[in-house]
């Protein structure tokens, strides 16, 4: 049942789950033998790296459909200055911290991409951190605000540049467990 604060669904729940299935599987086969991320003579040592909080129910959600062996860790980041306009810089306020990280391979599960800013940063500081890969997963895309050149490994669906919530994803921290990603209704985030 719709919420009333929601113009439309979007992505329906039965859509969600058809396209967290299929990013599954296509992690399942690009991380086993012979994959393409799977280095000749090494088992890749699998972590899902959850971007909180908006990522956590779709992380939580893939990580029971990879049938591969995979460890789940967290960072909490911020670039938001209010509540809906990006600053353009990136604050880590909760970091990863593992002594083995030479021996990871990363993959950065986050709900939704807009301008790229957050996740290209992210690439970059695991790789600096020592990280032995480190690649990205998003549920959602919005290729029409990015600001930087970057491409996520793994794209859930492609929507248009509207405000949305649902599935993880909230506006001044309501809407997150909605089933489904819905738009929300303009008069409920230009309120003043």
Same mark, same amino acid.
């Given at each position: @049942?719709?919420? /009333?604060?929601?113009?439309?669904?979007?992505?329906?729940?039965?859509?969600?789950?058809?396209?967290?299935?299929?990013? *599954?599987?296509?992690?399942?086969?690009?991380?086993?033998? &012979?994959?393409?991320?799977?280095?000749?003579?090494?088992? /890749? =040592?699998?972590? #899902?790296?959850?971007?909180?909080? %908006?990522?956590?129910?779709? @992380?939580?959600?893939? @990580?029971?459909?990879? &049938? #591969? /062996?995979?460890?789940?860790?967290? @960072? =909490?980041?911020?670039?938001? %200055? +209010?509540?809906?306009?990006?600053? !353009?810089?990136? +604050?880590?306020? #909760?970091?990863?911290?593992? =002594? $083995?990280?030479?021996?990871?391979?990363?993959?950065?599960?986050?709900?939704?991409?807009?301008?790229?800013?957050? #996740?290209?940063?992210?690439?970059?500081?695991?790789?600096?951190? !020592?990280?032995?890969?480190?690649?990205?997963?998003?549920?959602?895309?919005?290729? $029409?605000?990015?600001?930087?050149?970057?491409?996520?490994?793994?794209?859930?669906?492609?929507? /248009?540049?509207?405000?949305?919530?649902?599935? !993880?994803?909230?506006? *001044?921290?309501?809407?997150? *467990?909605?089933?489904?990603?819905?738009?929300?209704?303009?008069?409920?985030?230009?309120?003043?």
């Amino acid at each position: @049942m719709k919420h /009333p604060d929601i113009e439309r669904i979007l992505v329906s729940e039965t859509e969600i789950d058809e396209t967290v299935r299929s990013i *599954a599987m296509q992690i399942d086969k690009d991380y086993s033998t &012979g994959g393409r991320f799977c280095e000749p003579g090494r088992e /890749p =040592k699998l972590v #899902l790296l959850c971007v909180l909080k %908006g990522s956590v129910v779709f @992380m939580g959600e893939l @990580m029971k459909r990879i &049938g #591969l /062996p995979v460890e789940i860790d967290f @960072m =909490k980041v911020s670039s938001y %200055g +209010n509540l809906s306009v990006t600053t !353009g810089s990136v +604050n880590i306020i #909760l970091d990863l911290h593992r =002594k $083995d990280i030479s021996e990871l391979d990363i993959l950065i599960i986050e709900d939704i991409i807009d301008s790229g800013r957050t #996740l290209s940063y992210l690439v970059e500081y695991l790789k600096l951190k !020592g990280a032995h890969s480190v690649r990205t997963c998003t549920l959602l895309d919005k290729i $029409d605000r990015r600001e930087v050149d970057f491409r996520p490994d793994y794209i859930g669906r492609v929507i /248009p540049d509207e405000f949305v919530v649902g599935y !993880g994803l909230d506006y *001044a921290e309501k809407y997150r *467990a909605l089933p489904y990603v819905g738009v929300l209704k303009t008069e409920i985030y230009t309120k003043k």
